[in-house]
T-cell receptor, first 111, second 115 residues
């Protein structure tokens, strides 16, 4: 059974702080990883994708991948109240095909 | 707005009735995916198409569920003899194979409530 595990939270951080979201996956064949943001009642919105070990930065977001540890993380710098949402981690075998999602981590950024 | 549209946005039905949902992907996208999401869970894969061919179906997709993409453009998902356990958000996503990353863009979803 291919699984993606996330701490469901809620994770609460003050405005301006760094939020750290973590994810582990069970399938060593997974090659690509995604972070989606989902506001309550809305559909998932892609934030970052990462394929290679190391860090990938995009604005306030940094995704980190460690394939040896089967671990993916997302850092959000200078967190804003508008970042309050559920963050979904997803994996995929290869470069195509369906995504396997975790249950998501609920983030709350307090003003 | 990602450019993926789904209709209807909400559907309330009685147990035992049939329902059909429609997804219109981003126009040049050749892959179309269906997922189901229940409260507190991440989306679960149901099935996907490349053009008009249905390439994979999840074990979650019972024989009461059928999906089509007749001309390789829009897709429909039909649930026959609905059960209360079918209540969920049904999400459609599309992507363009051959691009890197092969990003899946989600539509707004159809929320199904089975009474």
């Amino acid at each position: 059974q291919k699984e993606v595990e996330q701490n469901s939270g809620p994770l609460s951080v003050p405005e301006g702080a760094i939020a750290s979201l973590n994810c582990t996956y069970s399938d060593r064949g997974s090659q690509s990883f995604f972070w989606y943001r989902q506001y309550s009642g809305k559909s998932p919105e892609l934030i970052m994708s990462i394929y290679s070990n190391g860090d990938k930065e995009d604005g306030r977001f940094t995704a980190q991948l460690n394939k040896a540890s089967q671990y993916v993380s997302l850092l959000i710098r200078d967190s804003q109240p508008s970042d309050s949402a559920t963050y979904l981690c997803a994996s995929r075998q290869g470069s195509q095909g369906n995504l396997i999602f975790g249950k998501g981590t609920k983030l709350s950024v307090k003003p | 707005d990602t450019g993926v549209s789904q209709n209807p946005r909400h559907k309330i039905t009685k147990r035992g009735q049939n329902v059909t949902f429609r997804c219109d992907p981003i126009s040049e996208h050749n892959r179309l995916y269906w997922y189901r999401q229940t409260l507190g869970q991440g989306p679960e894969f149901l099935t996907y198409f490349q053009n008009e061919a249905q390439l994979e179906k999840s074990r979650l997709l019972s024989d009461r569920f059928s999906a089509e993409r007749p001309k390789g453009s829009f897709s429909t998902l039909e649930i026959q003899r609905t059960e209360q356990g079918d209540s969920a958000m049904y999400l459609c996503a599309s992507s363009l194979v051959g691009t890197r990353p092969d990003t899946q863009y989600f539509g707004p979803g159809t929320r199904l409530t089975v009474l």
